[in-house]
């Protein structure tokens, strides 16, 4: 057993195989009762030593169920987990010495509503043994318990900005400062870095007060600097919220702080917004988070970090069984039409540009790649051209490698959103459900060293560039450069940049996960 000293007592982890491992280690107290709502405190101290060598809780969430990609990336076989008292996180090193190794510190997807720190998907094992660094993984409140705006609502009886979720994900980088040192790791060279929500997160940091001077390297994976709910918007959920729990924001507040988690969730199920969009995200309070991300980095709140960032090629094809629940051309793009102008002519040239590269351009088809750019790929280059006009180095990738899943529908996944994240930890082949969701083989097993190198080298030097890899250099506009992380690798200069050039002076009225046009 490894026992390690913290700033708040004693912690007994677990020794495989030459690595120790710490599970369920507070970084902050259970934000419970009184304390729901309100922004993290620093955890109480203990006596003797604390046991940090079983999974802990997952914050509370809708209870997830079925297999593959599910089980891979959820709790799904033990909702008894999901607690309010979740803020805790998972320690992986290979020696709790003085070596100052480089921290990679990752933050769960799952849409702002769901996901968790601890489950087989990212496990730090493997990257801790490649690359001998620390890999931190963190829990933090999702949905209604860490983005929900209450403060206006209620008079500020309730003090919540929406931002909680961010305040948690700030309060464990500032454990990480204070403590990893103990645990073989460098406080002064911390890399943030996450998928989908995780990745949005990562943006959001990028432009959060709190969190500024915490990390020194970001990472934000198939989601950039531009998702997040402006504040008039995140003021009517809160209204729509109280409404479906047939509370009253100013005579109900004590009932609303009694009740039980889980009511809390089925409620805010039934929350609908006009046009849709996402219910749970940063939202722009115009103090911590001052303005949408990528406003912020564009004005300098992210100048000394160096970035990388990318998507898969196919994100929302994971999604497609969650889009308008039609094959008609013309209602696909009336959709496209609530959040960006010219809609027909962008159908048209995606449709066109696929027909030539032997593509699949049946309308649902054509829809989800554009749903990929505007979600995902577009954003992620304007954060690129956003640091480079402020010089700053960043490197994009792409993630080519297609998952065998086959959808309910019958649909293959290809290179959707998620499956990147079983080669950044080479946990493509941990189990069955990985394996039916990753892939596997000696091609996969390649790409997932390669994968591991591209994110190591750049938590350790700010430079993802490795064997493999060896011409990667920061994106600029003239060049565009981008590694592809597929089967082979390459760096490759304007990658599909007839399908970019389409994007180039569009109007787009809403953001990427936001509501469409005319919404709150």
């Given at each position: 057993m490894a026992i390690v000293h913290t700033s708040y007592g004693k912690l007994e982890g677990i020794e495989d195989d030459g690595l120790h491992i710490f599970k369920d280690v507070p970084y902050a107290s259970p934000p419970v009762g009184d304390k729901r709502w309100c922004a993290p405190e620093p955890p109480e101290s203990w006596s003797g030593v604390r046991d940090a060598t079983e999974w802990g809780k997952q914050a509370w969430q809708g209870a997830a169920s079925g297999t593959g990609a599910t089980s891979v990336f959820f709790l799904a076989e033990d909702n008894s987990k999901r607690n309010e008292d979740c803020l805790v996180l998972s320690v992986f090193t290979p020696g709790n010495d003085d070596r100052k190794r480089?921290?990679?510190?990752?933050?769960?997807?799952?849409?702002?509503?769901?996901?968790?720190?601890?489950?087989?998907?990212?496990?730090?094992?493997?990257?801790?043994?490649?690359?001998?660094?620390?890999?931190?993984?963190?829990?933090?409140?999702?949905?209604?318990?860490?983005?929900?705006?209450?403060?206006?609502?209620?008079?500020?009886?309730?003090?919540?900005?929406?931002?909680?979720?961010?305040?948690?994900?700030t309060m464990a980088l500032q454990w990480v400062q204070d403590n990893i040192s103990a645990f073989g790791g460098d406080p002064d060279n911390v890399m943030i870095y996450g998928e989908s929500a995780g990745g949005m997160s990562v943006g959001a940091l990028m432009a959060f007060g709190p969190a500024k001077g915490l990390f020194h390297r970001a990472s934000p994976i198939s989601g950039a600097g531009s998702c997040c709910i402006v504040q008039n918007r995140s003021i009517d959920i809160a209204d729509r919220f109280f409404n479906a729990l047939e509370l009253s924001p100013k005579d109900d507040i004590d009932k609303l702080l009694a009740m039980h988690p889980e009511e809390l969730m089925a409620s805010a199920g039934k929350v609908r917004t006009p046009n849709g969009g996402m219910i749970f995200s940063p939202v722009v309070d115009g103090t911590d988070l001052p303005d949408i991300p990528l406003e912020c980095i564009r004005k300098g709140s992210a100048d000394g970090i160096s970035v990388l960032t990318g998507t898969t090629r196919d994100e929302w094809r994971l999604f497609i069984c969650q889009n308008p629940a039609t094959e008609d051309e013309s209602e696909l793009i009336a959709e496209l039409g609530k959040h960006l102008d010219g809609p027909e002519e962008l159908f048209a040239g995606y449709k066109d540009l696929r027909a030539k590269a032997g593509e699949d351009t049946s309308p649902i088809a054509v829809y989800a790649a554009i749903e990929t750019a505007r979600k995902m790929w577009w954003p992620c280059i304007q954060l690129c051209e956003a640091m480079g006009a402020r010089g700053q180095d960043t490197y994009q990738y792409l993630f080519t490698w297609p998952s065998p899943y086959t959808m309910a529908n019958g649909k293959p996944l290809h290179m959707s959103h998620a499956v990147?994240?079983?080669?950044?930890?080479?946990?493509?082949?941990?189990?069955?459900?990985?394996?039916?969701?990753?892939?596997?083989?000696?091609?996969?097993?390649?790409?997932?060293?390669?994968?591991?190198?591209?994110?190591?080298?750049?938590?350790r030097t700010g430079n993802p560039q490795s064997n493999g890899l060896p011409n990667w250099t920061p994106y600029e506009p003239k060049n565009r450069t981008t590694a592809i992380l597929g089967d082979p690798v390459e760096v490759v200069n304007a990658p599909f940049e007839e399908e970019r050039a389409l994007w180039d002076g569009r109007g787009q009225t809403a953001l990427p996960l936001g509501p469409a046009r005319g919404a709150a």
């Open positions: 480089p921290v990679l510190f990752w933050i769960h997807g799952g849409g702002f509503g769901g996901g968790t720190g601890a489950t087989p998907a990212y496990s730090g094992k493997n990257v801790a043994r490649h690359g001998d660094v620390v890999v931190v993984t963190v829990n933090y409140r999702v949905g209604v318990l860490g983005f929900l705006n209450l403060g206006e609502i209620t008079g500020g009886r309730i003090p919540s900005t929406g931002n909680e979720g961010l305040l948690d994900q990147v994240c079983g080669y950044i930890f080479g946990n493509h082949d941990i189990n069955d459900d990985a394996r039916g969701f990753f892939g596997s083989g000696p091609a996969a097993d390649t790409l997932a060293g390669h994968t591991m190198n591209t994110w190591i080298n750049f938590a």
